[in-house]
């Protein structure tokens, strides 16, 4: 549990050097690509960490290694938590944005987007504004793990 938790932590500080670091310097979509593969991948491990949580509770006797699996049983498991299922949703649409088919628009300047449809025609435009929200929900969520795992460790 403790070992996902500091991969996430360890993700998220990737995505911090990417967003404030790389992007500000390229612009380009290949960056926003990258920090949404980074997104997805710290909050794979936030996940990840609040199932071992739930093994560890026998809450859950074992742990998937699809994501979508994974995210369905920790739908089934906490039920009640929707603050947790939002973060899930959150998780399924950054998944779907980095598989879809994507334009650009306006790289190499202040504007750039990444432009991606989804879901029955769906367009998403992922500018660095939007882009920043996700990376701020992102550190809301990977707090939201810690107070969890850490919920554990007072009633010790």
């Not at 750039?112 to 435009?125: L, P, Q, S």
Request: glycine share 2%; charged share 35%; proline share 1%.
């Amino acid at each position: 549990m403790k070992e996902s938790f500091d991969e996430a932590v360890q993700e998220l500080k990737r995505v911090d050097h990417l967003f404030w670091v790389s992007l500000k310097y390229t612009r380009t979509v290949d960056v926003i690509k990258n920090v949404i593969e980074r997104l997805i991948n710290c909050i794979g491990f936030g996940l990840e960490a609040l199932l071992k949580y739930a093994k560890e509770k026998k809450l859950v006797v074992s742990i998937p290694t699809n994501a979508g699996l994974r995210c369905d049983l920790l739908k089934k498991t906490f039920p009640d938590n929707l603050e947790l299922i939002e973060y899930i949703n959150f998780y399924s649409r950054l998944r779907k944005l980095s598989r879809a088919e994507y334009t650009r628009r306006e790289e190499f300047r202040r504007h750039v987007t990444m432009i991606a449809t989804i879901d029955k025609g769906e367009v998403v435009e992922v500018s660095i504004d939007s882009l920043k929200e996700d990376y701020e929900k992102t550190r809301n969520f990977i707090a939201f793990v810690k107070r969890i795992i850490n919920e554990e460790k007072e009633e010790h």
